[in-house]
């Protein structure tokens, strides 16, 4: 079973929950499987969303079909330096800082970091220290936010100046 399988059981589930879902990822450890689904929403998601989407997809005889009995099943948001699983989810990113790792060794290096410049379908764009790059997303093999944490501290009013 594909990862897209896997999507078509778990989507419906995280939709009647009213979330949508982010990303699937399937870890094989040593001794068991780790079906890891992130979730967000539109509105502000906390741990009841996570909660409920995970006692419903406990109910889904497919997933212990595939998986076995013995699995382990994590239910998470992305979080603020959440993962992109594909090139649609960066289009609201732009202009934030990314942090990701190319499949390939390029300029003698697989990890970059850079602001997002813009997106399609297919390639996306950062500044990298004053240097345009594009990079297509399919090449790419770990991308995730890089979040401003003073930033976030400031708009959210926790930290005092």
């Not at 992130?38 to 419903?56: G, M, P, Q």
């Amino acid at each position: 079973m594909n990862k897209e399988d896997f999507k078509n059981i778990i989507e419906p589930v995280v939709k009647r929950n009213n979330c949508k879902l982010w990303g699937i990822e399937i870890l094989r450890g040593k001794k068991r499987i780790k079906l890891r689904v992130y979730i967000d929403s539109n509105k502000d998601i906390d741990i009841t969303d996570c909660e409920n989407v995970s006692k419903d997809l406990n109910y889904e005889p497919s997933l212990d079909m595939n998986l076995g009995n013995d699995y382990i099943l994590e239910v998470s948001t992305p979080g603020i330096d959440r993962k992109f699983f594909n090139i649609s989810q960066l289009k609201d990113f732009i202009g934030n800082e990314l942090e990701f790792k190319t499949k390939e060794i390029i300029n003698g290096t697989r990890k970059f970091n850079g602001k997002l410049i813009e997106c399609d379908e297919i390639h996306f764009s950062v500044d990298v220290k004053k240097d345009f790059m594009k990079f297509k997303f399919s090449d790419i093999d770990l991308c995730k936010l890089k979040p401003n944490y003073n930033e976030l501290m400031k708009e959210k009013n926790h930290a005092k100046y």
